[in-house]
Nanobody
Framework: QVQVVESGGGFVQAGGSPRLFCAASGNFFGLLHMVWYRHFPGKHRDLVARISCGGRSNYADSMKGRFTASRDNTKNTVYLQMNSLKPEDTGRYYC???????????????WGQGTQVTVSS
């Protein structure tokens, strides 16, 4: 059984720099790209950052220069360093992991439960 778990959210003051974590665990063959999304209540889910299995990352325009994604493949974990937070960054942050459970299986998406980040002005 594959699990994806996010952590590191909470209440932050504007300008703060929290770090989010996303860990994949369980029995799987390969962990490929991982993607951070942000969900605003009543709205759709927006892509925040994507990081490939090789560590190459790209970001939504509004996050460039403020957020940095990284990963530790030995721990099956990705991180999202968030800097210079603004109240409009408030939302629930989700991690999506592209995983192959065996060499013959197709790539499948696994989602975590999300972690809430609330930025106060």
């Amino acid at each position: 059984q594959v699990q994806v778990v996010e952590s590191g959210g909470g209440f932050v003051q504007a300008g703060g720099s929290p770090r989010l974590f996303c860990a994949a665990s369980g029995n799987f063959f390969g962990l490929l790209h991982m993607v951070w999304y942000r969900h605003f209540p009543g709205k759709h889910r927006d892509l925040v950052a994507r990081i490939s299995c090789g560590g190459r990352s790209n970001y939504a325009d509004s996050m460039k220069g403020r957020f940095t994604a990284s990963r530790d493949n030995t721990k099956n974990t990705v991180y999202l360093q968030m800097n210079s937070l603004k109240p409009e960054d408030t939302g629930r942050y989700y991690c999506n992991a592209a995983i192959k459970t065996s060499p013959r299986d197709r790539l499948a998406d696994y989602w975590g439960q999300g972690t809430q980040v609330t930025v106060s002005s």
